[in-house]
């Protein structure tokens, strides 16, 4: 991966690691799409976004055969929305599940690191994309005031990065 590819990467993962909840975004074996609240655990180095889950749940049987996925995460107070796709893959790693565990995951798996059912979602980054503005949001609604007045796209309302990995 490429020192851009890595600052790009570093960025991301500054962006999403105090937005803990995502949606996780699947298709469905009619196609149709379907999202669901999780917990975010990581974006390691590699460009891996890690969740727990259980191996039960009727979504990630689908996974093999619609590994595309999608994940957006939102912290609107700081004007900050976020989506990551990505291909993902169910999988049973006690190492990794050991590495990411934490107390809060223990309420969702009662038998801990030894819960039967306990596996780990590894979506591979395939293309991220984040919308950040700094401004305040007063500042970001003069902008667009001044937008609708002089018929002209608001500017400076904040960062719009595209990252392929």
């Keep these: 991966m490429s020192t851009r590819h890595q600052e790009q990467l570093a960025a991301l993962r500054d962006k999403v690691e105090d937005v803990k909840f995502g949606m996780f975004t699947t298709t469905n074996p009619d196609l149709s799409l379907s999202s669901r609240p999780m917990t975010s655990q990581q974006i390691d180095t590699q460009g891996q976004l890690w969740f727990f889950t259980s191996d039960e749940?009727?979504?990630?049987k689908n996974l093999q055969a619609q590994p595309s996925?999608?994940?957006?995460?939102?912290?609107?107070?700081?004007?900050?929305?976020?989506?990551?796709?990505?291909?993902?893959?169910?999988?049973?790693?006690?190492?990794k599940a050991e590495e990411l565990w934490n107390p809060m995951v223990g309420a969702w798996f009662p038998g801990g690191l030894d819960d039967p059912h306990l596996a780990l979602i590894n979506v591979d980054i395939r293309d991220a994309e984040y919308w950040d503005s700094a401004s305040s949001k007063m500042t970001q609604l003069?902008?667009?005031?001044?937008?609708?007045?002089?018929?002209?796209?608001?500017?400076?309302?904040?960062?719009?990065?595209?990252?392929?990995?």
């Excluded at 995460?73 to 900050?80: G, I, Q």
């Design 57 to 60: 749940s009727a979504f990630v």
């Design 142 to 165: 003069f902008a667009m005031a001044k937008g609708v007045l002089t018929g002209q796209r608001p500017s400076d309302v904040g960062e719009h990065v595209e990252i392929k990995l």
């Design 69 to 95: 996925v999608n994940v957006t995460f939102a912290k609107p107070e700081d004007s900050l929305y976020v989506s990551i796709s990505g291909r993902a893959m169910l999988i049973k790693n006690r190492e």
